[in-house]
């Protein structure tokens, strides 16, 4: 898949729309708590396409785009300055709980 393609794929299905913050909506509705996906090392969240797809619309579903993928975005000076912005992220979704977050590749090491 070429690059830049995932937002062909991914376009937000909520209401509240953060994709500008590079925080991308693959499900946003369900019953159970969300899960929030780390982007792997390339920065993209297309891998989470097939995740969704067995969720069905149990699980909402949120994936964070690497900072300066995502137009309007820059990247981030470093790893913690990328996680202070993915936690803030996640406090606007669900703000008082613990959090689900899964990772890919670069994304699982984010999530530790």
Known sequence: ????????????????????????????????????????VEGYVYCYNELSRYLGNAYPLYAFQADGITPGTVPSKNIFAMAKNYIQ?????????????????????RCL
């Open 89 to 109: 992220l996640m406090k606007e979704i669900q703000p008082n709980d613990l959090y689900t977050i899964v990772g890919w590749s670069f994304g699982g090491g």
């Open 1 to 40: 898949m070429r690059k830049g393609g995932e937002a062909l794929l991914l376009k937000p299905s909520s209401t509240k729309d953060y994709s500008h913050k590079g925080l991308v909506s693959i499900q946003a509705n369900g019953k159970h708590k969300p899960i929030f996906c780390v982007h792997p």
